[in-house]
């Protein structure tokens, strides 16, 4: 959510950049249902006020007739204010959480195909077969039972496969944990303020991703990066301590929905995966820092397992609501011979921590609202993916990405 004073002070830059992001929105409707409410407000106040004052002069006797009529009659007006008040205010509400966070300078404008190139590492070989192919082949994965159990897309990862994707997340946590984050299990469930205030909106209402608990307050995460960003709600963190960075694994559950037209063979695209993600919150002045600094270990991770990709900025129509800027890393699919998704780090600036009421106490006793972001060290359907690809022998075999071989007992080949 966006500070209402900001939009107020600049409401053509805000309508401008929510356009850019797709989003449709109507800055000056806000600002009407803004200003409506505060006039209700203050009317409301100033009856409570004068009520208060007449409550105060019937005191320790009879009191005054026309005391009495003034009282009941603020008494059915304040009522009439405040019902009123309670409609704007949720119209206010509605409007002000439909509007996305702002983008940074350096976002290139444009749709998927506006984001820009900023780096390329490693060779882009061609020919390999397909990584749902080569996992049948060895019996390595089975979507048909998945399929029986729990739905498309579901699936059963097996044997040595199984054996890789905990190899990877080995050495992942390995690597964040030395880079200074806290590993953190976290629920795998959050309530609406929770998942709201993170900043999930879709475009559209056909676009909704998450997966609800019918009778509960609760929707499945889509991401550790929700429920992180819950942890420290209604806080205030000392600006000594900050930046705090956690890195949170756990299963990822999506729809999928809007996916149509996107690459979705195999374990590319599924409604349940597990990901090990990178959070931070930091001071304002430290989140465009830490972002390099999560992008710099997303590209140490891809680098050490040999896997060639690039990193580019994303263009304005391809953020989500939250983002001021992000960053994806692309790896090179010798099978498609383009690039395909593998990870991502945001900035999310003030956006998310706003929703949810997270600030930093600055030396001074001052109290403003932080920052936050993330980015996914390792998404592990898509790393086998990469990996799958990348590694593959002719004679079916596969070879283990060097840095993965003490998590295999040192095995150099599956």
């Not at 979507?143 to 044997?159: H, I």
Request: glycine share 8%; charged share 30%.
């Amino acid at each position: 959510m966006l500070d209402i004073r900001f939009i107020r002070e600049n409401p053509d830059r805000v309508q401008t950049a929510a356009a850019q992001k797709g989003y449709t929105v109507n800055i000056q409707e806000l600002l009407h249902a803004d200003e409506s409410r505060r006039e209700l407000q203050q009317k409301a106040d100033e009856l409570r006020t004068r009520r208060n004052e007449i409550a105060a002069q019937m005191k320790g006797g009879k009191p005054a007739a026309e005391l009495v009529e003034e009282g009941k009659r603020i008494k059915t007006e304040l009522a009439g204010i405040e019902d009123h008040l309670r409609v704007v205010s949720e119209a206010y509400q509605d409007l002000l959480w439909a509007v996305p966070n702002i983008t940074l300078d350096d976002v290139p404008l444009g749709c998927e195909e506006d984001s820009v190139e900023i780096k390329k590492v490693g060779e882009q070989k061609t020919g390999a077969k397909d990584h749902l192919d080569f996992a049948l082949a060895r019996d390595w994965v089975d979507f048909e039972r998945g399929t029986k159990v729990a739905g498309a897309k579901f699936y059963f990862v097996k044997g040595d496969l199984a054996l890789l994707e905990n190899a990877i997340v080995q050495f992942a946590l390995q690597k964040v944990t030395e880079k200074g984050f806290t590993l953190m299990t976290v629920p795998h469930m959050v309530n609406q303020r929770t998942m709201t205030g993170t900043g999930f909106a879709p475009r559209t209402s056909d676009q909704s991703d998450e997966y609800s608990i019918e009778g509960e307050d609760l929707s499945l995460i889509a991401t550790a990066e929700i429920s992180l960003t819950g942890y420290h709600a209604d806080e205030v963190i000392d600006e000594a301590r900050l930046p705090l960075l956690y890195a949170g694994y756990s299963p990822c559950y999506r729809k999928e929905a809007g996916a149509a037209g996107k690459h979705t063979r195999g374990l590319f695209r599924v409604h349940q995966f597990n990901k090990l993600e990178m959070y931070a919150y930091t001071t304002p002045e430290q989140s465009a820092e830490v972002h390099e600094k999560i992008l710099a270990i997303e590209e140490e991770l891809w680098q050490e397992m040999g896997i060639p990709y690039h990193v580019i900025n994303i263009a304005a129509g391809d953020l989500g609501a939250p983002a001021a800027k992000k960053y994806d890393i692309e790896y090179w699919s010798p099978v498609d011979g383009k690039y395909r998704e593998l990870t991502s780090c945001s900035n999310c600036t003030d956006f998310q921590a706003r929703n949810l009421n997270i600030r930093v106490r600055r030396p001074d006793g001052s109290i403003e609202v932080l920052h936050t972001l993330n980015g996914t060290a390792v998404s592990l359907a898509r790393s086998l993916v990469a990996v799958l690809e990348n590694y593959q022998n002719e004679d079916g075999t596969l070879r283990v990405p060097e840095v993965l071989r003490p998590y295999l007992g040192g095995r150099e080949v599956l």
